[in-house]
Nanobody
Framework: QVQLLESGGGLVQAGDSLRLSCAAS????????MGWFRQAPGKERELVAA????????FYADSVKGRFTISRDNAKNTVYLQMNILKPEDTAVYYC?????????????????WGQGTQVTVSS
């Protein structure tokens, strides 16, 4: 069992930066690939970025490449999402999730555990 708790969301202006954190409970954090998803009103939840359990590989959606960076600290049981040059279209609830499936997975159903989400709002 893994419990995930996101933090770091907020209201910012276009061009600003935010850093999301996701703290995991349990001693098996390093056994999971981690992903950051987002869901905007009326839209499906989509994978934004993912990082392999060892931290050696990452994935980014085209919409965030070059602006967002995912990282993890297995010693602290934490995964991060550094978001730079934020745009109004980045506005969404952001969720972190853990997957025990083989690397890498983009589908929501491939992730076993989810946080409660943190709101990111980017004003123009």
């Amino acid at each position: 069992q893994v419990q995930l708790l996101e933090s770091g969301g907020g209201l910012v202006q276009a061009g600003d930066s935010l850093r999301l954190s996701c703290a995991a409970s349990g001693r098996t954090f390093s056994s999971y690939d981690m992903g950051w998803f987002r869901q905007a009103p009326g839209k499906e939840r989509e994978l934004v970025a993912a990082i392999k359990r060892t931290g050696g590989s990452t994935f980014y959606a085209d919409s965030v490449k070059g602006r967002f960076t995912i990282s993890r600290d297995n010693a602290k049981n934490t995964v991060y999402l550094q978001m730079n040059i934020l745009k109004p279209e980045d506005t969404a609830v952001y969720y972190c999730a853990a997957s025990s499936a083989s690397w890498y997975r983009v589908a929501v159903k491939e992730y076993d555990y989810w946080g409660q989400g943190t709101q990111v709002t980017v004003s123009s």
